[in-house]
């Protein structure tokens, strides 16, 4: 029985940029994806047609059922290849859920590049992307992967070099952040303006330097204006120092990034108890790169 393993990171936003809402019921958004090593398994084998299980360990970590990514990804293949073969997937969870780390879209990510190949579908670059789009708006970037530029939804991603290292922090407080509200929060202040031209100039490669004081996360206050924990700890990491501190995403995960994985542990060795911690290395596109292998 042919049997593939494929490994897919979480990622972080270092900026967020909110300009609107488009008539799609959708945001436009700006954002500057970076790829962490912290990592999810996916594992497939060949069954009858028709036949999809998935089995998620821990047990629990996840819903395994219908509303899975996983699932959702594979009968999107299904729908696009005009056929139905059969799978047996076994999802190994590490990244937090719920977060804003991308765990949900990173694994739909992992069975579209597996099955692809576990199924022998050939299907290109360009149709896995368009199915990608179709999933989320942050599923895209993990077919990319490294340091990328989002627009649109954020499904839209333009790679750019491997001109940010070191390690990042990432902090998640026990609680629960609704990306519903937080968007709420922000339409009902009508906060929408342009980046400082400086993240720009560095996007378009005219400015060689990542210009850290000028990174943003518009949905950042009301994060945390609705989860005053996730304020609490970002306070507590902004004390550590770093290059760069901020809630990514929607939240609930607060990141600091530091020039090396030394001074990452050296900042989480100084916080408390209070919530879970994790260090993760800040990946280039080649070891960010979905691959599945034979196992």
């Known amino acids: 029985m042919r049997r593939l393993s494929i490994r897919v990171p979480a990622k972080i936003n270092l900026h967020l940029e909110v300009l609107g809402q488009r008539p799609d019921g959708y945001h436009e958004l700006r954002t500057l994806f970076a790829t962490v090593g912290l990592w999810d398994e996916l594992e497939a084998s060949q069954a009858d047609d028709g036949v999809l299980k998935l089995e998620v360990s821990p047990r629990g970590f996840v819903d395994g059922g219908e509303d899975n990514l996983v699932l959702k990804a594979a009968k999107a293949l299904w729908d696009e290849a005009g056929k139905r073969p059969g799978a047996r997937l076994k999802l190994k969870k590490t990244i937090p859920v719920g977060a804003g780390l991308g765990g949900g879209s990173a694994d739909a990510a992992a069975a579209l590049v597996v099955l692809n190949r576990l199924w022998g579908l050939?299907?290109?670059?360009?149709?896995?992307?368009?199915?990608?789009?179709?999933?989320?708006?942050?599923?895209p970037f993990?077919?990319?992967?490294?340091?990328?530029?989002g627009v649109g939804r954020g499904e839209e991603v333009y790679p750019l070099g491997d001109v940010i290292g070191g390690a990042v922090l990432i902090g998640i407080p026990n609680v629960s952040?609704?990306?519903?509200?937080?968007?709420?929060?922000?339409e009902h202040q009508g906060d929408w303006h342009p980046a400082d031209p400086k993240v720009y100039s560095f996007i378009v490669g005219t400015a060689p330097a990542v210009p850290w004081e000028a990174l943003r996360n518009d949905l950042q206050r009301y994060v945390v204006g609705t989860c005053p924990e996730v304020g609490i700890l970002l306070g507590e990491m902004e004390r550590r120092g770093g290059l760069?501190?901020?809630?990514?995403?929607?939240?609930s995960a607060v990141f600091a990034l530091f020039a090396d994985e030394e001074g990452a542990r050296e900042a989480q060795s100084r916080l408390t108890g209070r919530w879970r911690t994790f260090v993760a290395p800040v990946l280039p596109r080649a070891l960010a790169r979905l691959e599945p292998r034979r196992f």
């Open 122 to 139: 050939r299907l290109s670059q360009p149709a896995l992307h368009r199915i990608a789009a179709s999933l989320g708006s942050d599923v």
């Open 142 to 149: 993990f077919l990319v992967g490294g340091l990328g530029w």
């Open 177 to 186: 952040v609704s990306t519903r509200l937080v968007y709420e929060s922000l």
């Open 244 to 251: 760069r501190t901020a809630v990514t995403g929607s939240g």
